[in-house]
């Protein structure tokens, strides 16, 4: 399953978004987040994270066929653009075990 998103609301542990697939609670997920690198020479150069991350709250949108998700982010390191992947529900066995 692979999805893509905007986050509505993002901080050092964590952040929220809308999705249109359904995750459940404590799956685990791999994401990719676009971050803007505030590089005044290229203003729309963005830095890419690939994070491992924990759905911690999943609801309904009422009137809507997305879900608001909440996720936790456990771990991220930073990638290059050629490398990024989008959102997807489990991680690869690499992945589980931090390689």
Same mark, same amino acid.
């Given at each position: 399953?692979?999805?893509?998103?905007?986050?509505?609301?993002?901080?050092?542990?964590?952040?929220?978004?809308? !999705?249109?697939?359904?995750?459940? @609670?404590?799956? @685990?997920?791999?994401?990719?987040?676009?971050?803007?690198?505030?590089? &005044?020479?290229? @203003?729309?150069?963005?830095?890419?994270?690939?994070?491992?991350? &924990?759905?911690?709250?999943?609801?309904? !949108?009422?009137?809507?066929? =997305?879900?608001?998700?909440?996720?936790?982010?456990?771990?991220? &390191? !930073?990638?290059?653009?050629?490398?990024?992947?989008?959102?997807?529900?489990?991680? =690869?066995?690499?992945?589980?075990?931090?390689?």
């Amino acid at each position: 399953m692979r999805f893509q998103t905007q986050t509505k609301d993002i901080n050092p542990s964590g952040f929220y978004c809308r !999705i249109n697939q359904l995750i459940q @609670p404590w799956d @685990p997920v791999a994401c990719d987040i676009a971050v803007p690198a505030h590089d &005044r020479r290229y @203003p729309e150069d963005v830095v890419y994270l690939r994070c491992k991350i &924990r759905a911690v709250r999943v609801e309904a !949108i009422p009137d809507s066929a =997305e879900f608001g998700l909440a996720c936790r982010i456990e771990d991220y &390191r !930073i990638i290059s653009a050629q490398m990024k992947i989008g959102c997807g529900a489990g991680l =690869e066995e690499s992945e589980r075990e931090g390689g």
